[in-house]
C-alpha cells in the first residue's frame, strides 16, 4: 500500500489540474456538522494539493495539512498562499509529531483508507480536544452519466489490467455500503453521522485520461499496459461517444465525536 499511496507525488501538477474538487453542498454540511469558524482549529491528513483544503481556508480557521508527498505539498502551499492561517507540512501522518495543543476538528479527505489502520484511528483521537470531531470523506465512482460507456470500458480493463474482475459493473449509489463502521465500532468515538453528495463532471477526452492518470492503479501498470488501457479508452470515446462522457461521484461525508479517553 505504501509504494501505491506515493505514486500521486509523481504527478502532483497533473492531480491539481485534473481531479475534481468537493460539492459545495458537502463543504456546507461538513462546516454545518462540525461547527466550523474562524476560531476553529483544524488538523487535515492528506490534503493532496488542496482539493478540500482551499475550502477549509475560506472559512477562515487555522489550518494544519500533512501532506506525505513533497511536490504535492508544494503545490498546496502555492495554492494556498493568500491563507496566512494555513500551514502545509510535508510528513506522514504515522510518524508525524502531534503538537500539543489539540485541534477542534481532523478531517481527511479520500486519504484516510492510504493510512495504517492500527495508527489512523487512534491516532486521530489523540490529535483531538474532547468532544473535537473527526471528518472523513470517502469517494466512489457509481452508476450513472455516461452508463454505455463505462460498460463498454470493461473490455478494454480485461484487456489490458489483468487485475479486473471479469464482468465488473458500476453500482447505483443507493447500493454502495456506508464507510461508518470502522468509527462506530471503535470506543473513541460516538455520535457517527454520515451524509452523502452526487456530482456529475463531463469530460473531454483528454480531460479523461487525465484524470485516470492520477489513479494510484493506473500510474501502477506497466508502461505497455498503461498505454494500450489508455488507447482503448481513448478511441472509445472519441469513436462512440464524439469526445465526451460524464462520470458520476458519490462522496460520503462521515462525522464522529470524540468520547472520552
Not at 501505491?4 to 489540474?17: G, P
Not at 505539498?73 to 489539540?102: K, S
Not at 465500532?185 to 480531460?207: C, G, K, N, W
Not at 488507447?231 to 462520470?247: H, N, S
Amino acid at each position: 500500500m505504501k509504494a501505491l499511496r506515493e505514486t500521486f507525488n509523481e504527478a502532483a501538477e497533473l492531480y491539481d489540474r485534473a481531479r475534481p474538487r468537493y460539492p459545495d453542498t458537502l463543504v456546507q454540511d461538513l462546516a454545518r456538522t462540525t461547527a466550523l469558524s474562524p476560531e476553529s482549529h483544524v488538523l487535515e491528513i492528506g490534503p493532496g494539493t488542496g482539493q478540500l483544503t482551499v475550502a477549509l481556508a475560506e472559512f477562515g480557521c487555522h489550518v494544519t495539512a500533512v501532506e506525505l508527498g513533497d511536490a504535492m505539498a508544494a503545490v498546496a502551499r502555492r495554492r494556498l498562499r493568500a491563507y496566512p492561517q494555513v500551514n502545509v507540512q510535508t510528513a506522514d501522518f504515522e510518524t508525524w509529531a502531534l503538537p500539543a495543543q489539540p485541534f477542534d476538528l481532523v478531517v481527511s479527505a479520500t486519504a484516510f483508507h492510504w493510512i495504517d489502520p492500527a495508527v489512523r484511528v487512534v491516532k486521530a483521537a489523540r490529535a483531538l480536544r474532547p468532544c473535537g470531531r473527526l471528518a472523513l470523506v470517502g469517494t466512489e465512482h457509481v452508476a450513472g452519466g455516461t452508463e454505455e460507456f463505462f460498460a463498454l470500458a470493461q473490455g478494454c480493463y480485461e484487456r489490458w489490467d489483468p487485475a479486473t474482475p471479469p464482468g465488473l459493473r458500476l453500482q447505483p449509489a443507493a447500493d454502495i455500503p456506508s464507510g461508518t463502521a470502522e468509527l462506530a465500532d471503535s470506543p473513541l468515538f460516538e455520535h457517527v453521522v454520515a451524509s452523502r453528495h452526487t456530482q456529475d463532471i463531463t469530460y473531454t477526452t483528454d480531460q479523461y485520461i487525465d484524470v485516470l492518470l492520477t489513479y494510484s492503479g493506473h500510474r501502477a501498470l506497466g508502461e505497455t499496459a498503461r498505454q494500450g488501457l489508455l488507447g482503448c479508452l481513448r478511441r472509445l470515446i472519441d469513436t462512440r461517444f464524439g469526445g465526451r462522457v460524464t462520470k458520476r461521484y458519490l462522496h460520503e461525508l462521515i462525522v464522529a465525536t470524540r468520547g472520552a479517553m
